[in-house]
């Protein structure tokens, strides 16, 4: 069949609008008539060519939200119809990792998703002859997509693609990182770096689990009102702080940030984060992805006592299990989207969301097909 798409042909080039080929579902796939995307920063990080996995041409986008059209064969578990969510971090619940319930990165098809592929190796796009690269497994830049079933969470009908295509990305990561890697608990005093897409979920989470102080960190001054509104308590600019913007943190928060969640992918901030924490006990989550050859330092003395450094991806969230709760979550007005999509765009004019993201305007943009 045809569909439109937005191709990367080349790092650092804006996004093309083509008509592309799409093959049908192979086994253990399933096509996906894609109704909503939301623009995630690591959509630019790898459109930018900072990505060391970044392959190009390539369809960006993985934070979608469509309906399912055709099944491939021996697909049982999702039929033509249901409303689907793409999983950059597939659920096979058979693998060796998603069997030790000690985390959420499955690695039944990590190695051709990685390699812009599906799992048998081959991608469903192309021009002409030229086959395109699938990204993230989801390509959601894309008003058709062919996935494995495995990296589909099947969601309630009556949720609106145009905000739960957030939970695909930036919501789950964000009340994630919180809920499932952090395990944050009432009165812990929360420090986050960097109040975007990711951040100001952290906020929600944070404010969910019952923390105290929650303070958040952004040279973007417009982004306090946002965050005040999802649970800040205290906004800090860095610009505006004089002296160490460390010891400011551990003085405000009375000792040091029980949690701190790095939320920007700028290996300075992972290490302020990591130093505010509190002696002893205090616990940073990085979430920023950062650049091909950057690398994270501190003094080891850091950790030696006792403050602990972790990673978190979507969130810590198992996709077919957890994805489908964060939908009821938002139906039920447990959790808070709207205000977060704060541009819609057609599909045509998908850079404009690139560079809203620049500015600092924009929270989410939303495309809609
Ligand atoms: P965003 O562009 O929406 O937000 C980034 C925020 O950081 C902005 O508010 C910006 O003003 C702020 N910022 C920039 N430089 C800063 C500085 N020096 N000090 C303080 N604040 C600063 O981006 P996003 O969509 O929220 O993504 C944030 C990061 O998380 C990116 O690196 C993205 O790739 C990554 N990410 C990771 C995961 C994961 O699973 N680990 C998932 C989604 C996104
Ligand atoms: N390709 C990058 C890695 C980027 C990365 O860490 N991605 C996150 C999701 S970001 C979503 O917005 C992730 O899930 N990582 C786990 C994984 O298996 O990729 C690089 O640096 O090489
Ligand atoms: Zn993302």
Redesign the pocket.
Known sequence: MKTRAAVAYEAGKPLVIETVELDGPRAGEVLVEMKATGV???DE?TRSGADPEGLFPVILGHEGAGVVLEVGAGVTSLKPGDHVIPLYTPECRGCKSCLSRKTNLCTAIRATQGKGLMPDGSSRFRIGKTPIHHYMGCSTFAQHSVLPEIALARVRPDAPFDKICYIG??VT?GIGAVIYTAKVEPGANVVV???????LNVIQGARMAGADKIIG????PA?EHMARHFGLTHFVN?TEVEGDLVAYLVELTGGGADYSFE????TK?MRQALECCHRGWGVSVV???AGSGQEIATRPFQLVTGRVWK?????GARGRTDVPKIVDWYMERKIEIDPLITHKLPLERINEAFEL?HS?ES?RTVVEF
């Not at 960190?217 to 973007?220: L, P, R, T, W, Y």
């Not at 939320?263 to 700028?266: F, Q, S, Y």
């Not at 990673?311 to 969130?315: D, E, I, L, T, V």
Request: with cysteine.
């Open positions: 995630c920063h690591t990080f990305c930036g990561t770096f960097g109040l975007g897409g990711i951040g960190v952004d040279i973007n982004r860095p939320c920007v992918g700028n901030l979430i920023g992805v990673g978190s991806a979507f969130g993201m600092g929270i």
